[in-house]
């Protein structure tokens, strides 16, 4: 059985100065008071970090190391903590160290820390290999969720009435290595594996003799397909263990740390828009000095055209002149320059007379003609509009540029205590597990089918063994038959004693909840599925479907209290903050069972939720230790012990 002796703690949250705890050595109830921001859940997160090397927030949300150093002591730029653990186990004692600092002068991310961890038994340093060894029998990691939990991570357990929920499945996984289960399933494997070297020496037995050695070489490679495809089938059940538990984790991490994936995902996104933007400025920018390479004829058009107008005017005025000058010289020489033909005299009469009162005559078309073309050659084409969109658009883009750059520096500053660049790692590798775990299950059903076509033919070749085969055959196919027929029986019984175990832990919880709850008279106890997902019972046996926030709770709790009970590892239970959301009657029925939930509790709760004088009344002669979280500034906390205690 695993008994915390004493947690000592230096630079770790709000712990500037080395605080110790020292737990009592009976059975019974030690309870630490803190306000909010005292370190509650700082003391919580050091006993897992002694036990794991890692640091979790409430909810098992992992920590950056940096948030982790005593911000007063970083201020002084020390960044550097410890926690040693001392505890029994298997009547020895053990004191864990971890202890971590950082490398460089001002660390920015997990990789500038260097961590250290020295496991001693008695007066022995144990090696790295031992010393995991010896963590991993004492307290498996799989379990700490049993021992070490605070109110967010009991509201998990509701998870477990849905069988598909990957959350609820990874918890029933747990509780079944808790109770034990595995070692059992492992010597289910073991008949099995048993069984399938009786049918190799079946085959091998029947290739000696001429009359079964073609049916006995075709069973022999049926085994072994068969068992090849099991082994593979095993390893691909594991990788989708593994992969699943993977993917549990990095849910709840990612959900944990759901503000900062937001935000990330949003500078991300801002930047991208950014740097878009800014190509666009350019291109558009671009277009506008070719635009305004010709903007200048949209001003001068319509005074060109006014121009144009005039010169035209001249132009006309001067061919008619011209034409004039021209008759005129018809008239004196009898001949016309134009035709080349004589021009009779009643001709000239008539146009003598035109010609009187007409303008003097001139020499040929002039300067107006010469204006006229030379304006023709002005391009009017008018740009106005592309000028006046490409203007508004790059004020656009200017006031665009402002605001994506506040909001990049506004998210900058937010994410300014998290590790962005890890957190995009965490989606990206969390979208790889996903897709790996679909091509797992996959395959996993692509062997199943195999397996099941390959003990068809294991069948249909042992019987037409059995109907031909030796005296020696006939013993070594009843050996396998012997050994498959006890894999089976001992599968039975596993499932039966499972069915038990989930019986007994039902039992159990439903006696604490119904200690636990303020409806006795109206429930009857709890209900357990196969996933050990408990059901609240009324006295006519309808189950209430309705469940409160404090409901789940209190079932959370009264299965934490069943688990420890019907366990072959015991341990202590250390909770924080585990009635937020009780009402007082409750959190008073709660108090009172906690005792009979194990045999070691700590209790880590602010005075408001129940108060130390209610706290001594319910509990009695179980409180044996109290301690107070005391507040130094709003950096550093001193841990107090109290004088009430009763051991």
Known sequence: MLWLRRLQIEGFGPFAERQVIEFPESPGVTVIYGENMRGKTSLLAAIRYAFFGRVMARGLRQRRLLTVCNRENAAQGRYEFSVVLTFNFDDETYELSRSCRSSVAVPESDADFVQEVMLRRDRTILGPDERARALQHAFPGEIARFFLFDGELLQEYEELLVNESDTGHHISEAIDRILGVPILTQARVHLTTLTAEADQQAAREAQRHQATESLGTA????????????????????????????????????????????AVEALDDARTKHEEIIAEEKDKRAELQVAMSDAWRSLLRDRVRAAKLAAQT????????????????????????????????????????RLDGSRSATTSPGSGLRRLVDLGRFDESDNTDVVKLLSRRL?????????????????????????????????????????????????????????????????????KLESIGSTALLSTQARARLLRAAAEVFGSAVDKYKSDLRLRVEASASRLFLRMTTERLDYAGLSINEGYGLTIKHQDGAAEEARSAGAEHVVALALMGALQENAPLRGPIVMDSPFGRLDDAHTSNVVATIPEMAVQVALLVYEAEVGKPRMRELLGPHLLREYELVRESARRTTIMRLGSSHD
């Open 219 to 262: 069973l022999g490679q049926a085994v072994q397909q068969r068992d090849a495809h099991k082994l593979e089938l095993a390893r691909l059940r594991t990788q989708l263990g593994e992969l699943t538990a993977q993917r549990t984790e990095q849910e709840e991490f990612l959900a944990a740390h759901q503000k900062y994936s937001s």
């Open 314 to 353: 001249d132009a006309e005025h001067e061919f008619e002149s011209y034409g004039l000058r021209l008759r005129a010289q018809a008239i004196e020489s009898a001949h016309c320059e134009t035709c080349d033909q004589d021009v009779p005299p009643e001709v000239q009469a008539r146009l003598r007379d």
């Open 395 to 463: 004020a656009e883009i200017g006031l665009e540029k402002v605001r994506l750059s506040d909001q990049i520096s506004d998210l900058t500053t937010q994410l300014a205590d998290s590790d962005p660049e890890f957190l995009r790692r965490s989606r990206a590798t969390y979208s790889e597990t996903v897709d790996k775990i679909a091509a797992v299950k996959r395959a996993i059903d692509d062997e199943t089918t195999k397996i099941y076509d390959q003990e068809v033919n294991i069948q249909r070749l042992t019987q």
